[in-house]
Every structure is written in C-alpha cells, then in structure tokens.
C-alpha cells in the first residue's frame, strides 16, 4: 500500500480482555517497528522485525504482549489480559532498505482498558 | 542509556514569526542519524528533517533548518515563518548506525508548538 495501515484506530477493552492490533506496513519494508505512546509522551519502543524475524522485543513490558509477523508483511502485537496501564496509542512504523533510517508510521491504534 | 532530551513541553509563536525548538541527546556513538518528526492531533507521525552525524552542514527543508551541534549533542529546529499548520507535537529523535538490536528510533518526549493567529 501507499502507507503504513494500522487497524483499529480505536479499541475500548475491558480490563483482563484480549486485544490484538494489524499493523500493514509498506509494501516491500523489511523492518517494521512497534511502538507505545503514553498520553503526553514520546513513543516508546517495544519490539522490532526484520522480514519474519523477532530480532528485539526487549521493550515489551510484559509477558502479556506478544507480537509476530508471520509471512514478514502483516504484523499483529497482541495484549493478553489487558490491564489499565495498557492504555495507550500503539504505534507501528516501517522501514525500507535505504541507509538514512527514517521510519514511516502509521495513524496509530488507541487502546483505552476501562 | 540513551537518551534524547526537550526541555520545553509547550511553545507558542505567532503566525509568520520563527521558533526554535531545543533537543539534546546522550550517546557515546560517533556515527548517528538525527530527526525531527511531527505529530499533528491525527497521530501520524511525519518526517521534517534528519542531519547525518558526519556531515558539518545544518539541514535545511523550506522553513525548516537545525542548529546541530555535535560537540555539544545539542540538535535544535528552527521554524521560519510559521503557519498555523504547523501546530503539533515535535518529537526529536535519533538512530545508532551498526548498532544492532533494535536499530530504531529513541524519541524525546516532545514539544507542543501552537501557532497563534
């Protein structure tokens, strides 16, 4: 596609809720990026792929969340038994393989855990 | 730990004036990327700038220009002549080169410009 794809754009839980969250990212973008952005604050990294391979999830915060890219397009992050502090926008973001390292970002899914 | 600092949380300009927005990191690397990234209310996050650590020169983009001072890892923005769409949030960032890991970006926590008519 033309952009980075994120769905939903909105997702209200019930704390102790599942949640998974689509990630498309730019066609032929080898790295793909998540992040989290709490209310007034920069995006904070979570995990990072290249094509289908997890290389770093050192920012996840919990066992709870969990991500994969499969085929190495799609990505989902999944948040099992979601908690208030799960409130927040999860950012996707893409790369291709020019050297400058700039990401391409998506709008962004905004999970709100009452 | 790296780090990427703004230490305005909120500036105002006028419409048609410049504004300087602040940004200093911490790395102990020598070869880096820089950038300025914009956040209007619809999240999406959109390039304004990058500076390469090798290169002397301060980027520039239409309004757009950095300050950017290695010695002092100090990467300032600068928005000439300011248009009420540029009100957003502006997150500073930067990007290790051969790092490894994760290989992304680490984000200030950003400034809120507003734009007064």
């Known amino acids: 596609g033309a952009g980075v794809s994120q769905s939903p754009r909105y997702k209200v839980a019930k704390r102790g809720q599942d949640v998974a969250l689509r990630c498309d990212p730019i066609s032929g973008h080898v790295s793909l990026f998540w992040y989290q952005q709490a209310l007034g604050q920069g995006p904070e990294f979570l995990t990072y792929f290249q094509n289908e391979a997890q290389l770093d999830k050192s920012g996840l915060p919990s066992d709870r969340f969990f991500a994969e890219r499969p085929e190495g397009s799609v990505s989902t992050l999944k948040i099992q038994r979601t908690q208030q502090e799960d409130s927040a926008v999860y950012l996707c973001a893409s790369r291709g393989t020019g050297h400058t390292g700039e990401l391409f970002f998506g709008e962004g899914s905004r999970l709100t855990v009452l | 730990a790296q780090t990427v600092t703004q230490s305005q949380p909120e500036m105002s300009v006028q419409e048609a004036e410049t504004v300087t927005l602040s940004c200093t990191y911490d790395t102990s690397e020598s070869d880096y990327y820089l950038f300025w990234y914009k956040q209007p209310p619809s999240r999406q996050m959109i390039l304004v700038i990058r500076?390469?650590?090798?290169?002397?020169q301060n980027a520039t983009e239409n309004r757009f220009s950095v300050n950017f001072q290695k010695a002092a890892k100090s990467f300032s923005l600068k928005i000439s002549d300011s248009q009420l769409g540029d009100a957003a949030m502006y997150f500073c960032a930067y990007r290790i080169l051969g790092g490894g890991g994760a290989d992304g970006l680490t984000f200030g926590k950003g400034t809120h410009l507003i734009i007064q008519p």
């Open positions: 500076q390469e650590a090798y290169k002397q």
